[in-house]
């Protein structure tokens, strides 16, 4: 079996130790993919309601995500990591700075408008007016803009798994 997990990444409380927490198990497990994102609270929530003034400026939240996949990325350098929608709501070129920063994964919602808007797990979320071909074609040439493109014709199995799977026999 592929393994994956993942964290939210500056919810209140949290702390640099946290995090660094969170890293370790991430290696220790053995995970094939990991998925991590600046937490963006929904202003409907309790947490939100109860930490006033939080979150912290996006800029701060950005980066934190940000050095997490770098930090994710030399420690388990096979694993699939994924580069967020959270850090596309952030700032226009989150998601391309995630796959700069060390990410090799996006996990696009290319679902119609009216089924997006249903999805509205914090407020800013990106690209919820466009259709599933504006969507792939905008995210294909964010990519290429960058200088990366995208493995259409790779399964996207993480190379973890076959080392892990090698390393049991």
């Not at 990591?81 to 990410?103: F, V, Y």
């Not at 294909?140 to 973890?160: M, Q, R, T």
């Amino acid at each position: 079996y592929q393994t994956g997990t993942g964290v939210m990444i500056g919810l209140p409380g949290q702390t640099i130790r946290n995090l660094v927490d969170d890293l370790l198990f991430f290696r220790d497990f053995d995970v094939d993919m990991i998925g991590m994102g600046p937490y963006l609270p929904h202003p409907d929530t309790p947490l939100t309601q109860a930490n006033p003034g939080f979150p912290p400026d996006s800029e701060r939240q950005l980066l934190l995500g940000l050095k997490m996949i770098a930090a994710c990325r030399l420690l388990i350098p096979d694993a699939n990591i994924a580069s967020t929608t959270a850090l596309h709501a952030l700032a226009p070129d989150g998601r391309e700075r995630g796959l700069l920063a060390g990410a090799n994964v996006v996990m696009p919602n290319l679902d119609a408008p009216e089924y997006k808007r249903e999805y509205n797990l914090y407020a800013g979320k990106p690209n919820l007016d466009d259709g599933m071909e504006e969507c792939l074609s905008s995210l294909v040439d964010s990519i290429a803009a960058i200088g990366e493109s995208v493995a259409w014709d790779s399964p996207g199995d993480p190379i973890h798994f076959y080392t892990r799977i090698a390393r049991a026999r």
